[in-house]
């Protein structure tokens, strides 16, 4: 027998390593042409990551994916969304009009069958009852609708020959989850939609909810089962919020209870904590955010959520009461580029919101009525528009005669308005005083108590 020493047996090893077939690398795309496209950018969500692309100069992308298993993924091109399923190794190329969104988008390519199928139920469901229609009828009829549906949408794998075992597994598992939720939102929707006083499921609608574990972490793979664990929680929240004694206990509070109340598993009450303080910060009342950071921490998170949290609080501390506003340079609707100098000397009262924003919307009557009521005075109203392209921001703008100053924040979710002011969420609302220092910056809608805040304001000066 022939001995090797050291260095002559790692020459072997590696030499049968070289010799030796070696994985080839998975490469998986989405690529396309987006047809009289609005603006150059394209997005991708998955999970909690966001991708940014530009079309070329012949409106054509092409994007590649380091995936190891399948994911689900949000394409988003000016303000309008769709969802797909990409696989390791899909080359999938779409087509689309946003001018038709839904009814122009194709696929073809590796892949396209599943997407193909998942554009055609957004148009079936177009064809289908409504949610809004489905929450109107009765309790048993709602039931019996809600499983119809379900199988249709089902049924339809069959006529796009899709044969992959793990999508059609994936899919019914995460139909029965939303199918669970909106059996949830049921109650509560009858009541609001039919403007009901007072509305009650019967005493056994809830059972089916007896054998659910809101605490089965292996089900997470599913979108719809972490809806349901949120759905959970946001009940739970709820149910405390409206029996509360004390009218001035905060929704925060009950939210952080809902979950302790609910969430044994630690690493997942650590994450829900995380979003939610990450997600929420700037909603909390100021009296009651370092208890509920405090909560979170002690939940022992990764030290680099950690130091991204506390990076996050030491950013929100320079948008305080007193602190100078961060300032904006955007063009306005006529053409005119404006500062925050441009309104010194008088109290600014801003709304940034996007005409994608069904709440945004919602508030214009208010709106209208506060500019109404402050008329001649020393207010500025000034609405920010955060849409992806100015287009759809000029035509509500110009159609509804809405009143106020209204500007335009190129780059959408990076516009500087969104980083500089922390927003989370639209609509926000910022009040700054006459000198250019923030009074609150995440002050009341014009549907709350704003107006009654912006009289004081003008009789103290």
């Not at 696989?87 to 689309?96: F, I, K, S, V, W």
Request: aromatic content about 12%; charged content about 25%.
């Amino acid at each position: 027998m022939i001995k090797l020493n050291n260095w002559a047996q790692l020459s072997v090893v590696l030499l049968l390593w070289a010799c030796a077939p070696q994985p080839e690398k998975v490469t998986t795309t989405i690529s396309g042409e987006i047809i009289n496209p609005i603006g150059d950018v394209i997005t991708f969500r998955l999970g909690g990551d966001r991708i940014t692309d530009t079309l070329d100069a012949d409106n054509k992308f092409s994007t590649a994916f380091d995936i190891t298993a399948p994911v689900d993924i949000v394409f988003g091109h000016g303000g309008e969304i769709t969802y797909l399923y990409l696989r390791p190794g899909d080359q999938l190329y779409l087509t689309l009009d946003p001018a038709e969104f839904d009814e122009s988008l194709t696929y073809s390519g590796k892949g396209a069958e599943i997407n193909n199928y998942k554009a055609a139920m957004v148009l079936l469901g177009d064809s289908l009852l409504s949610t809004r229609d489905l929450y109107k009828m009765q309790e048993d009829q709602f039931l019996v609708a809600l499983d119809s549906i379900s199988a249709i949408e089902l049924g339809y794998m069959a006529d796009f020959n899709i044969d992959d075992a793990a999508f059609i597994a994936y899919t019914r598992e995460n139909s029965k989850w939303s199918d669970i939720v909106t059996k949830m939102r049921y109650e509560g929707a009858h009541r609001s939609l039919l403007d009901l006083d007072s509305f009650s499921v019967s005493d056994t609608y809830y059972d089916f909810q007896l054998a659910l574990d809101v605490n089965d972490t292996s089900l997470l793979k599913y979108p719809a089962f972490r809806s349901y664990v949120d759905e959970s929680i946001e009940k739970e929240a709820s149910r405390g919020y409206y029996a509360r004694a004390d009218e001035s206990e905060d929704y925060s509070g009950f939210y952080v209870e809902a979950i302790n109340a609910l969430i044994q598993v630690p690493s997942l009450k650590e994450q829900l904590m995380y979003e939610f303080v990450s997600d929420s910060y700037s909603y909390f009342p100021v009296e009651v955010r370092d208890e509920i950071v405090a909560a979170w921490k002690g939940l022992n998170p990764d030290p680099e959520r950690v130091d991204e949290i506390d990076q996050m609080i030491a950013e929100f501390q320079k948008l305080e009461p007193g602190n100078p506003a961060p300032d904006f340079r955007y063009v306005s609707i006529d053409g005119d580029t404006l500062t925050m100098a441009d309104f010194k000397g008088k109290l600014v009262y801003i709304d940034v919101w996007a005409t994608w924003c069904g709440p945004c919307i919602a508030e214009h009557p208010h709106m209208e009525k506060l500019q109404q009521r402050f008329e001649g005075q020393d207010v500025a109203f000034v609405a920010v528009s955060t849409d992806s392209s100015p287009d759809p921001w000029r035509k509500m703008v110009n159609e509804r005669k809405l009143g106020g100053i209204h500007l335009y924040a190129p780059g959408a979710w990076q516009s500087t308005i969104i980083t500089d002011y922390l927003i989370q969420g639209i609509p926000r609302f910022i009040l700054i005083d006459r000198e250019g220092n923030i009074i609150d910056a995440n002050a009341a809608r014009p549907s709350g108590d704003i107006g009654d805040q912006l009289e004081a304001l003008l009789k103290s000066a």
